[in-house]
């Protein structure tokens, strides 16, 4: 891949902006395994190599079972090895992420509402928009993935 921008050394405040969510989201009323199936899974569905890569490894630093990692992008069929909570997390991600579709339906919505508190809704919802910038950032600028 071509040598693209690095925008933390040509727009610093922007990515300071941006660490700046990233640090707020750290502080979540989320769990740390629930925040990187999220990270995850937005990474495979925009094919962010990248975040893939940083995420995987800090889910599995944090303890997440390689296993669920592995069949991530079939949760659907594999749901045994998600939780009622991770499942809806997983849905509004993806419908997040593919906005463009139908964007947040209101049966997903009602699901999370359902069993999240008002701020969590929203700090999952944040967390998505979050981690979507960063792939698109990722993606646009051709970040490599450090070895």
């Known amino acids: ?50 975040c893939l890569d940083m995420h995987c490894k800090d889910a599995l630093k944090y303890g997440e079972e390689p296993q669920r990692i592995f069949i991530l992008s079939a949760w659907r069929e594999a749901t045994k090895f998600f939780t009622e909570e991770e499942q809806i997390v997983l849905q509004m991600t993806e419908e997040i992420t593919l906005i463009h579709q139908q964007g947040l339906s209101a049966e997903t919505y009602g699901k999370a509402v359902a069993v999240f508190t008002e701020n969590q809704v929203a700090q999952i919802i944040m967390l998505i928009v979050t981690i979507n910038a960063w792939n698109r950032i990722a993606v646009s600028t051709h970040k490599d993935i450090e070895v």
């Open 1 to 50: 891949m071509e040598k693209r921008i690095d925008i933390s050394n040509v727009e610093p405040q922007a990515y300071k902006a941006m660490l700046g969510m990233e640090s707020y989201l750290a502080k979540a009323d989320l769990s740390v395994t629930l925040k990187e199936l999220i990270k995850i899974r937005a990474s495979q569905i925009n094919n962010c190599a990248y």
